[in-house]
């Protein structure tokens, strides 16, 4: 993976995406690295990918970019995942958004406050790029 300056709040998938794409995917994390890594296997694998760095990004990014799903982690700077995800609820315009918690949180206290918020699945890091499309199908199925 070529080495690249630190990306900024809302910035573009790293690759071009192919002509017809599997959907739009929001990739909110704080760690450019995590973004890096999933966008660039998710754009691989047809799907066009863009980035929000913190809560707050991730909810202007949604609004901007309509996303097909939302994979969000729950440590962010300036607003929290779950508070992100009550936000991206109450909004008509994206209340229908499924959205994806790839967290290192594993306490099932954190797992219920998500779901409670709205969240579709709950994913713990470590998680390979190949589960994270798993479940990027399987909600993205389930909303059609």
Same mark, same amino acid.
């Given at each position: ?8 709040e ?19 994390? /704080?760690? =450019?690295l *995590?973004?890096e890594?999933?966008? @660039?296997?998710?754009?691989? !694998?047809?799907?066009? $990918? ?11 990014q949604?609004r ?11 440590s962010?700077?300036?607003? /929290?995942? =779950?508070? *992100?995800?009550r936000r991206?609820k @109450?909004?008509?315009?994206? !209340?229908?958004v499924? $959205? ?14 998500a ?7 709950f ?6 790029? /190949?589960? =994270?499309?798993?479940v ?6 389930r909303?059609?």
């Open positions: 993976m070529a080495k690249r300056s630190r990306a900024t809302a910035s573009p998938a790293p690759t071009t995406p192919p002509a017809t794409t599997r959907g739009r995917v929001l990739l909110a994390d /704080d760690s =450019v *995590t973004c890594l999933f966008g @660039e296997y998710l754009s691989r !694998r047809g799907f066009d $990918v863009v980035f929000a760095h913190n809560g707050e990004a991730a909810i202007a949604a901007d970019s309509r996303p097909d799903v939302i994979v969000l982690d729950l962010m700077p300036r607003l /929290d995942g =779950v508070a *992100t995800i991206l @109450e909004d008509a315009q994206m !209340r229908q499924p $959205v994806i918690v790839l967290t290192g949180h594993v306490a099932e206290t954190r797992r219920q406050e779901l409670g918020a709205g969240a579709a699945a994913l713990v890091k470590p998680c390979l790029p /190949d589960e =994270v499309e798993r990027i199908g399987e909600v993205l199925a909303a059609a």
